[in-house]
C-alpha cells in the first residue's frame, strides 16, 4: 500500500473511532464552524458523512440552496492524526438514513424522537483531504540533540488524498 493510502486508512480509522469533528460552511459571509458528531453509513470509508442537527442550526442556516461548500476539521483523540477536509454539504431529512443511524446518544438530543420537528440532517459528501500524521515532539527533540533533522522523515506523514 502506498503512503498516502496508509495515512487515509488511519484516517478514516481515526474518525470511526473518535467521530467528533468541526463542521462548517465556506464562503459565507462570516465563518460558521460547530462542533459536531459524524455518523458514517456502513463501512465505506469515502463517505459520505451524516450529521444529526437541528433546523435552526447556524450550520443549516448558512447551506443555501440546500447545497454549500464544506470542510471538516479533525483532531483524533490522542492527536495522532490532523486533517483537514473538503466537500459539499447539504441539509437532507432522509428517514431511511435516520432510522438507520438513530442511536441513544442522537435521541437524548430529540424530545420528540425521530418524529421531532427540528430534527434535521446535514450530508457532506468529501471531495479532498489533508492528512497529517503528528510526529511526536520527544522524537523531534531527541533527533535535535543528536543533531538529526527531525523534518527530513516527516514529509511521509503528509497526505493530500481525493475522497471522491
Known amino acids: 500500500m502506498d503512503r498516502d493510502k ?6 478514516w480509522k481515526e474518525l470511526r473511532s473518535d467521530m467528533t469533528v468541526m463542521l462548517g460552511v465556506r464562503g459565507t ?11 458514517l453509513d456502513g463501512d465505506d470509508d469515502k463517505g459520505p458523512l451524516w450529521f444529526f442537527t437541528a433546523k435552526d442550526n447556524d450550520i443549516v442556516e448558512n447551506v443555501r440552496g440546500g447545497t454549500a461548500d464544506g470542510v471538516i476539521s ?3 483523540k490522542g492527536h495522532g492524526v490532523f486533517a ?20 441513544r446518544f442522537v435521541a437524548a438530543w430529540y ?6 420537528p427540528k430534527l434535521t440532517m ?9 492528512i497529517w500524521l503528528n510526529e511526536s515532539s ?6 535535535l540533540l543528536l543533531g538529526m533533522d ?14 471522491t
Open 6 to 11: 496508509e495515512i487515509e486508512a488511519k484516517f
Open 84 to 103: 483537514l477536509v473538503q466537500g459539499k454539504l447539504s441539509v437532507q431529512k432522509d428517514r431511511a438514513v435516520i432510522d438507520r443511524l438513530w442511536n
Open 29 to 39: 459571509d462570516r465563518p460558521v464552524m460547530r462542533p459536531m458528531t459524524a455518523q
Open 138 to 143: 520527544i522524537f523531534a527533540g531527541i533527533k
Open 122 to 130: 446535514l450530508r457532506f459528501d468529501p471531495a479532498d483531504a489533508e
Open 74 to 76: 479533525f483532531a483524533s
Open 111 to 116: 424530545e420528540g424522537g425521530k418524529d421531532d
Open 150 to 163: 527531525p523534518k527530513k522523515e516527516y514529509g511521509d506523514k503528509v497526505a493530500e488524498v481525493k475522497l
